[in-house]
């Protein structure tokens, strides 16, 4: 059973950095590409970053490019979301999701505010 569990959102100021984990299991994690997704209120949810299963290929959207950093840790079967020079567009539940599955976790909710 995959299951995928976000969290380290919090409150942050803008300009504050967060690091955010989701921690897989239930699949080989190794195997897939990884994304990480946000869904701000009254908005549809958008993707933020994605890596490729080996680690060797990222994307991420041009609104968090330069301040968002994907990686995974194949061992630990963790995916991390580093989040640095936060704004407070940037609020929003945040979750990771596998490829070729159309399950979510729970979100982990960041708010960026002063």
């Known amino acids: 059973q995959v299951q995928l569990v976000e969290s380290g959102g919090g409150l942050v100021q803008p300009g504050g950095s967060l690091k955010l984990s989701c921690a897989a299991s239930?699949?080989?994690?190794?195997?897939?590409?990884m994304t990480w997704y946000r869904q701000a209120p009254g908005k549809q949810r958008e993707r933020v970053a994605t890596?490729?299963?080996?680690?060797?290929?990222?994307w991420y959207t041009d609104s968090v490019k330069g301040r968002f950093t994907i990686s995974r840790d194949n061992d630990q079967n963790i995916l991390y979301l580093r989040m640095r020079s936060l704004k407070p567009e940037d609020t929003a539940v945040y979750y990771c999701?596998?490829?070729?599955?159309?399950?979510w976790g729970q979100g982990t909710q960041v708010t960026v505010s002063s």
């Open positions: 999701k596998r490829t070729n599955y159309d399950g």
């Open positions: 239930g699949f080989v994690f190794s195997n897939y590409a």
């Open positions: 890596i490729s299963n080996s680690d060797n290929i990222k």
